[in-house]
């Protein structure tokens, strides 16, 4: 059994059916050229045009696409369930950027593990640098939830020497300020117009290697600009910057081992 065919992913328990983006665009080849894989929480709120419109309110061109599908996990996509390997194919990247669900341990972690690993050799030939997303458990879950999920995207990106984006981590240093943040969306899992922000804002600071604390007191939501308090915006802003600061792009250490996978796992990350 092909490696691309080895899990049955919790997209059959979403409540909507897996649906995929078109084909992206022809991007102009001016800017830097971003790239994301992922399902509901990539594009709830639009993230990569708030990442866009982030870069935009500082004079600065991000250029980005993306092929997602609610539900799917990384290994999804490989298995044709989006457009992502084509779209990685058709073009040169920077940076292309690998979400799926929290993952906290176990087996969801070895896939998320293994499914960058086989990313990796098809971004790479675009030229690009695999950067994995680091999400958020859920709101029910523990606060020590947050440490598992972290644990799995830097095991993920030590493994293909790629970017760790630790947006997970910046909400929680948003919440440290303030812990009546909403960021969380009316589900409880996915982010709300805040949350979304604050991870873009994480992603911008490391992609580009700006501060984000440098940057107007400006607030995007699915790439338009919405209305927060300017502390809120310099708090947030400042979480993303604490988060970066505080986990480097390449973790350090070794992989643990991998569960064996042998195809019989019905795995719900």
């Known amino acids: 059994m092909s490696l691309l065919r080895l899990c049955a992913i919790w997209c059959l328990t979403a409540s909507s059916a897996c649906l995929t983006q078109p084909d992206p665009e022809p991007l102009p080849t001016d800017g830097l050229q971003v790239l994301f894989v992922g399902n509901s929480l990539t594009y709830e709120n639009d993230l990569p045009a708030t990442l866009q419109a982030i870069a935009a309110s500082a004079g600065e061109t991000v250029r980005v696409a993306s092929a997602t599908g609610s539900g799917l996990a990384l290994i999804d996509h490989l298995n044709g369930a989006s457009n992502a390997v084509a779209a990685i194919q058709s073009r040169h990247w920077d940076f292309v950027i690998l979400q799926q669900g929290p993952t906290p341990s176990g087996l969801c972690r070895d896939t998320l593990v293994l499914s960058a690993k086989l990313f990796d050799p098809l971004i790479r030939a675009a030229g690009a640098t695999p950067a994995l997303f680091m999400t958020w458990p859920t709101a029910q879950g523990s606060q020590a939830f947050f440490d598992d999920v972290r644990t799995s995207f830097q095991d993920a990106a030590r493994e293909v020497d790629g970017v760790f984006l630790p947006a997970g981590e910046a909400w929680r240093s948003a919440w440290a300020a303030n812990s009546a943040l909403p960021l969380y969306g009316f589900d409880g ?24 604390r440098d940057l107007p007191p400006k607030a995007f939501g699915a790439g338009a600009e919405f209305s927060l308090p300017e502390a809120t915006i310099r708090l947030l802003q400042a979480a993303a910057h604490d988060a970066n600061s505080r986990f480097p792009a390449r973790p350090n250490g070794t992989v643990p081992a991998r569960a064996v996978i042998d195809g019989k796992a019905n795995i719900i990350c």
């Open 189 to 212: 899992f996915h982010p709300s117009s805040m949350g979304s922000f604050l991870a873009a804002l994480t992603i911008y600071e490391r992609i580009t290697g700006k501060d984000a």
